[in-house]
C-alpha cells in the first residue's frame, strides 16, 4: 500500500506514482500501465507534451479501476500558454484523459510571455472544479516568488528533477517552509545514479536495488516520486520499498552526493525563453 501525501488544499496524492514519458507504443503502454496497476501505482503522471494523454485514458478506462481510486496529473503544454490557450488544452486533455476532472494540474516550465494569464486560467479551472489541485512544474525559488504576487490560489505542488546527484536542497527547503510539495521527475537521474558505488553499498546491505534506495531516500526525504520504467520486473520492484528504511545517517550520505554538475535536464530560464 503506497502512502500519501496531504497537499496544501487537502487533497491527498499517493506519494509514490508511474511516470509515462516516452511510452507511446500502445502494446508496451498497455503492459507497462497493466503492470503499474497491479503493482499497487494508483497515480499516473503524464502531459500535453507527452503525447500519450489519449493512450494513457483508454488504457485506464480499460483497465476497470475505478477513477476514484485513480490519481492522474497533467501539464499545460510551453506552446499552449496563456489564458484562453490554456482553458482549451486543458478541455481537450480532459477529453483526452476520459475523466471529469484531473486529479493535479501543472504548468510544465515557467514561461515568460505567459507567467500569470496559465495560472490565472488554472484558477479558473480550479474554482470550477474540472481539476482537483494546481501546481507547477521546473519553478525555482524565483519564479515561485513572482507567482505568489498575483496569485490567488498558491501552488499545491512543484515538480522538478531532483535525485541523488542534484538534490536541489535549498529549494526543497523553501518549498517545505511555503507548504508546497516537492515532487521529483527523473528520481533515478536517468541511470547515471543507479551505478554509484555509494548507492550500491547501501543497496547490498539490505538486499535491494539501487533504484530501491533512491525511491527509499525520496519517500524519506517527503518527496513525491514518480520513477519510470517500460520493463515489467522494473515496474514492480520500484513499487516494492515500503519493506526497509534508509538510517539517517545513510539519508545523509545521499543528501552529500549532490554535484555541481549533476542536473542532466534543462535550466528552465534558458530553454523556454521564447515562451
Ligand atoms: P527501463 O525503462 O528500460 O526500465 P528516471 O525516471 O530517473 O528518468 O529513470 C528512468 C530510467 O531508469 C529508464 O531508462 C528506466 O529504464 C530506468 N529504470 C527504471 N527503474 C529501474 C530499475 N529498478 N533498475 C534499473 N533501471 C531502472
Redesign the pocket.
Known amino acids: 500500500i503506497i502512502d500519501t501525501v496531504k497537499l496544501n488544499n487537502g487533497v491527498e496524492m499517493p506519494q509514490l506514482g508511474f ?1 509515462v ?2 511510452i507511446t507504443d500502445q502494446d508496451k503502454a498497455r503492459a507497462a500501465i497493466d503492470k503499474a496497476l497491479d503493482s499497487g501505482y494508483r497515480a499516473f503522471d503524464t502531459a500535453e507534451f507527452y503525447r500519450n494523454e489519449a493512450l494513457l485514458g483508454k488504457l485506464l478506462r480499460e483497465s476497470g479501476y475505478p477513477r476514484n481510486d485513480l490519481f492522474i496529473t497533467t501539464k499545460i503544454d510551453n506552446p499552449l500558454q496563456g489564458y484562453d490557450s490554456t482553458l482549451k488544452a486543458i478541455n481537450q486533455s480532459l477529453k483526452d484523459l476520459q475523466v471529469e476532472q484531473i486529479d493535479l494540474l501543472l504548468v510544465h516550465w515557467p514561461s515568460k510571455k505567459h507567467f500569470f494569464e496559465t495560472w490565472k486560467a488554472f484558477e479558473r479551472l480550479y474554482d470550477e472544479k474540472l481539476v482537483h489541485a494546481i501546481g507547477v512544474s521546473n519553478f525555482e525559488i524565483h519564479h515561485i516568488e513572482k507567482l505568489a504576487t498575483k496569485a490567488n490560489v498558491k501552488p499545491a505542488v512543484d515538480q522538478m528533477e531532483i ?1 541523488p546527484y542534484f538534490t536541489q536542497s535549498e529549494l526543497r527547503g523553501y518549498l517545505k517552509k511555503e507548504g508546497i510539495a516537492v515532487e521529483a ?7 547515471a ?2 551505478s554509484d558505488e555509494t548507492i550500491g553499498k547501501i543497496a547490498e546491505k539490505y538486499g535491494k ?4 534506495v533512491i525511491i527509499r531516500w525520496h519517500l524519506q526525504s517527503g518527496t513525491i516520486v ?6 515489467p ?3 514492480a ?2 513499487a516494492d520499498v515500503y519493506g526497509f528504511s534508509l538510517t539517517d545517517e545513510e539519508m545523509q550520505v545521499i543528501d552529500a552526493m549532490d554535484r555541481e554538475d549533476g542536473r ?1 535536464g534543462p535550466v528552465p530560464d534558458e530553454r523556454y525563453e521564447e515562451i
Open positions: 511516470g514519458y516516452l535525485h521527475w527523473s528520481p533515478l537521474g536517468r541511470g545514479v543507479l536495488s539501487p533504484a530501491q514518480i520513477p519510470k520504467s517500460q520493463t520486473k522494473r515496474i520492484q520500484n542532466n
